[in-house]
């Protein structure tokens, strides 16, 4: 069983930074694909960035967020990031992540597939961001 608990949330104006964490817990030296998605109120939630645990040639981003973040993942700390700058108030929704095992003798998956919210199926409890204009 993997835990995982995110942190950093909170509120900015536009044009600012702020960092999530997500700490993973419990079975951490297996492979994981791992994301972070966001849910804004009244609408689905989406697929922000994600990579695997084995590279970071994998990493793939939403189109709305590229250039503005960065994932990685430290795997001393167990710790999944988001790096978010010029933060703008379509951006304000509660994040999450998520991580899913991946066996080592599997060759990364496709970007949509590393998106998609059914792939993944450890979740954390969210935290929110609210950028004001």
């Known amino acids: 069983q993997v835990q995982l608990v995110e942190s950093g949330g909170g509120s900015v104006q536009s044009g600012g930074s702020l960092r999530l964490s997500c700490e993973l817990s419990?079975?951490?030296?297996?492979?994981?694909?791992m994301a972070w998605f966001r849910q804004a109120q009244g609408k689905e939630r989406e697929g922000v960035a994600a990579?695997?645990?084995?590279?970071?040639?994998?990493?793939t981003y939403a189109d709305s967020v590229k250039g503005r973040f960065t994932i990685s993942y430290d795997n001393d700390k167990n710790t999944l990031a988001l790096e978010m700058n010029d933060l703008e108030p379509e951006d304000t929704a509660m994040y999450y992540c998520?991580?899913?095992?991946?066996?080592?003798?599997?060759?990364?998956?496709?970007?949509?597939?590393?998106?998609?919210?059914?792939?993944?199926?450890?979740w954390g409890q969210g935290t929110q961001v609210t950028v004001s204009l």
């Open positions: 990579m695997d645990s084995d590279g970071d040639a994998s990493t």
């Open positions: 998520a991580a899913v095992n991946v066996a080592h003798s599997e060759p990364f998956m496709p970007p949509w597939l590393m998106l998609n919210q059914q792939t993944y199926g450890y």
């Open positions: 419990g079975y951490t030296d297996n492979r994981y694909c």
